[in-house]
C-alpha cells in the first residue's frame, strides 16, 4: 500500500484544532466576484484541476499520540451551492474530511478554510488559481500570475514547507501578556450565526487620506477602528476604561522572502488607553503609526515567532499527551484568546487581477469567520481601485461598522454597503 | 441607488434597509438592473444549535419520562388507584415545561424563564389544591402573593438590565418595591386569616422606606455625596 503524504502542523496551525468545537473554528472565507454566473460543472472541473497543484490543501486532520498532523485526503472534494452563513465549522456528514470548501453563488465563487491549512495569503493563492482556471475552462485566455499558480508546473518545496522551522530565530522569550481590553456591548447572536456587511471604499481616496497623516492604509484603518471603537467607549453608560486593542495579522512572507502556502504570519497588536486621557483622531494615527513602526520589524517578529515556537520545544509539552495539550491549550485560549481584542483588522492588502481576467473578475472579497468572542471584526481586500472592507459579527449592534462607515462618509469618502441581512428587512 | 438619510452610506442594489442603523431607504426612482442578484444566500439553514437544542429536550424529556410514569406505575400496582402519584407525576411535567419553554426561546430569556415557572407553578399549587381538599386557599392567597412576588422579581429585573436607573437610585427603588410587596402580602394573609390589621410588614415598611429615602436624598445633593466620596474614596 503507498504511504499517504502527511506531514506536521505549523506552529500557528497548532492552536486552531485544539479550541475548534462543533460549534466554533477559526475559518475564513476569500470570494472572486465574476461577470457572469459561475457554472458548477465547469468549476467542478476547475477544482479538479487546481487541488492537484495545492498538495497541503487536500489534506484531513489526523490525531496521533502527541500531536495533530494532516494527511493526504483520498476522497474528491465537490463544489456546492452556496447556502446560509458563511464559515460554519466543518463536519464529517457535510464536508467529509476536508478542511476547505468551494461554493457557487450567483456570480461568486467562495471558499472557505479552516485556518489550520493556510493563512489569508496562501487562500487567496488558491482561489486565484482555481478562478483563472475556471475562466480558462469557459474559454478565456487568462494566464496563471499575480498570485495565481501555473497549476502545469509542479509544487514547489518552498511552496510546502513549515516556514517557521526553516528561518533563523533568535534565543529570545518577549513577554505575551495582555491587559484586559474593552468590548463593545453587545447583544451575542446564537452560535452559527454571522451578519456580514461589506463595505466598498474607493482606494484613492482612503490612500489620500492616510497619507494626510502620514500612515499607512492599514494603519489608517486600524487608527479608524480603534477610534470608532473609542466613540463607542465613550457612549458607553457603565463607564469602562479598559484599553482599546486591536489585533493586526502581519503577513511574514515578504519580510522573510519565502513564499509558502500553509500558514506563515504573526501578530501585532496596537492599543490605546482612554484611561491616560482623551484622544483625537489624529493622535490614535500617530500611536499606530508609532507602535507599528516598533513591532512590525524583522526583529521584533522574530523575537514572538521565537517565543512561540520555543513553546512547543519544552520536552514536557511534547511528551503530553495530546488530550492533555488540548485541554490546557483550549482552557488558555478560552480566557484569554480573542478576549483580549476589541476587534480584528486583517488586511491581505492591494491584490492584482490576472492578466485578461480584468473584465471577468468584478472584485476579490475577504471575510473573516465567527469571533470566539462576541466582537465584530474586520478584513480587507483591495483591487483596482475598490478597497472591500468587510465586517463580520456574532452580535446583535452594528454600533462599530456603523460609526467607522459614517465617520468616512463624514470625510467625504463614498461609501457603498451590502449584507447578508437582507431576510431580516 | 438609494442613500440612508442617517448613514449617508450608498446603499448595495439588493439592500432594502440600511444594515448599519436599519433605517428603510427606498429610492422611488431606481432601476434595478435585470441581472441584480443578492449578493449573499438569504436562506439560513437549520442551525446546529436547534437540533442541539432539540436533542437534548427529548433526551431530558425522557429521563423525566422514566421515573413520573414509574411513580405512576408503583402507585397503581400497590393501591391500585392513582393516589400520591398524581402530585409526582405533575410535578415532574410541569417541571419539564418550565425548563423546556425558556431553553427554546431565543430572546428574552429571563422573562421567559420567570413567567413559565410562575405559570407552571400556580399550575401545580391549584392541581394540589384541587387532589388534596384542603379547602380555598388558592384564590384568596396563593395567586395573588405570588403574582405580586414574581411582577416585583419582573420590575427589579427590568430595571437591571435596562440600567435605567443608576447604581443608588435602582437600590432605593428596589426596597421601595420590597417594603410595598411585603405590605400588600401581609394584608392578603390578614384578610385570609380573618383579620384587618398589618401585622409583620410596617417593621418591614418603615426601614426599607427609611433608607431609600436616605439613598435619594443623598444622591440628589451633591455636597454630601462628595463629602461621602472624600472620604471614603469610593
Known sequence: ?????????????????????????????LTAELEENVDPQVLQS?????????????????????????????????VRPDEGHPCMPFSSKRDGSFLFRVFYFGKRISTEFFHVLTDASGGLAFLKTLTVRYLQLMGHDVSFDQGALDITTPPTEEETQDAFRSIDLPKVRINRSVEKTYHIPSTPEIPHTLHIIAASIPCDALLQKAHEMNVTLTEYLTALILHSAYLCQQQDLK????????????????????????????????????????????????CVHNYMAWHCTKKQLSAAIATNVSD??????????????????????RRSGDLHFTSTLSNIGRTGIPAGAEKLIRRFEFLLGVPY???????CISSGNELRLTFSRNIHETALPRTLLSTLVEMGIPVTVDSNDQEDS | MAYCVHCGVKLGLNEKQCPLCHTVSIDPHEERPADSAPLYPTHTPEQLLTRSKRYFLILFGILLLVPALLCLLVDLLIGGAVTWSIYAFTALVLLYIAIAVPIWVDHHKTYFSLITGYVCLMLYLKMVECVSDSGQWFFPIVLPGVTLLILLTLVITHLYRRQILGKFTLLGAILILIAIVCVAVDLLLSLYTGGHMLVWSPFVFAPCLFISLLIFFINGNRTIREEIRRRTHF
Open chain 1, 1 to 29: 500500500m503507498a504511504q499517504k503524504f502527511w506531514f506536521k502542523l505549523d506552529n500557528a496551525a497548532k492552536l486552531y484544532p485544539a479550541i475548534a468545537n462543533r460549534s466554533w473554528m477559526s475559518m475564513f472565507r
Open chain 1, 312 to 333: 512547543e520545544k519544552y520536552l514536557v509539552i511534547r511528551l503530553a499527551p495530546l488530550f492533555l495539550k488540548n485541554l490546557v491549550i483550549s482552557s488558555v485560549f
Open chain 1, 46 to 78: 476547475a477544482l479538479d484541476d487546481t487541488i492537484r497543484r495545492f498538495p497541503t490543501m487536500n489534506v484531513r486532520l489526523r490525531a496521533g499520540l502527541f500531536w495533530y498532523y494532516l494527511e493526504e485526503v483520498p476522497a474528491r472534494l465537490l
Open chain 1, 373 to 379: 468572542a462576541p466582537v465584530c471584526n474586520c478584513a
Open chain 1, 239 to 286: 463607564k469602562h476604561r479598559f484599553p482599546l486593542r486591536v489585533s493586526v495579522p502581519v503577513n511574514l512572507r515578504s519580510l522573510y522572502g519565502i513564499g509558502t502556502m500553509r500558514n506563515f504570519s504573526s501578530f501585532v497588536n496596537p492599543f490605546i488607553d482612554p484611561r491616560l486621557g482623551e484622544y483625537t483622531f489624529e493622535e490614535i494615527c500617530r
